[in-house]
């Protein structure tokens, strides 16, 4: 798992129904009733939900919260979780699971991750923007190399059928923008940058390059969103790193065309690395001097 997105796990200590984490210090407002009826409606199932470390909890006042379970950062920034995301075959609330999201993302009404054994989990980086009804299917492959795909073992009686075979993690990593109804089977890669077109389907263990668009069923690359040199400068800088008033202060940069013209996209990157350097190592300094000696 990249640095970008590597999950922190919290739980909470105060309401025993919560199993999303924060440090009890986070929520500051946790015992209060708008709260609990938040959590319990998302939180309930033993589910291990991880976030970003400047997480402050759930926000059960935002005025999308009728939609989603809102997380709140310390900058002002937020993600959200559709109500009943986490399902298994039954369509009923998933008992076990791993889910990371990171800051600055979300995901649309009516979506739904697939979980049936734990076994695997589905990593959300940072600034990611989902649409409606995405599908993210987990679990629940059958073996096709034996003579039945059937799962004998349901019916009991002793029948044995082979062991389900698993893919890896489904990682959706930073600025990635995926449109309505959009299908993931398990063990997708979805590199930082890319654009995931409504309905596609992203076949199992697909792997996507970097500022990548991609549309079809099975999903396919149909072009690239820059260069190949603004494309490495993307990745270098990992703006997605930076709070809310950092990109606040640059956000100028952010609405330069960066296809117009070659040379303006990467002296108008050169600049934003400057800045963000500049501010990490502000932001060192600021640590270090903080520190008892």
Sequence with gaps: ????????????RVCDACGFAARRSRFSGHAASGHRAAASAFLRPRMNVTTSDDCIGVLPDHPWAKHF????????AFSTIPNNFFRNWLDEEAQVGTFHIGRC????????????????????????????????????????????????????NGLENAPMPQYPDTVIHNDVWIGDEALFLGGSQIESGCVIGARAVIPPNFRTEAYGIYAGSPARLVRFRFTEKVREKLLQLAWWDMPLDWIKRNNHAFLVDLTANEGRALDTLAALQESKDNATGEAGRQTAAATPV
Excluded: W
């Design 1 to 12: 798992m990249p640095p970008a997105i590597a999950p922190r796990f919290i739980y909470c």
């Design 69 to 76: 379970i809102v997380l709140g950062y310390r900058d002002g």
């Design 105 to 156: 993302s979300g995901l649309g009404v009516g979506s739904i991750a697939k979980y049936d054994q734990g076994l695997q989990k589905l990593v959300i980086g940072k600034n990611v923007a989902g649409g409606m009804r995405l599908r993210f299917l987990l679990n629940g492959q059958h073996e096709m190399r034996t003579i039945s795909t059937s799962l004998f073992s349901i019916y009991g």
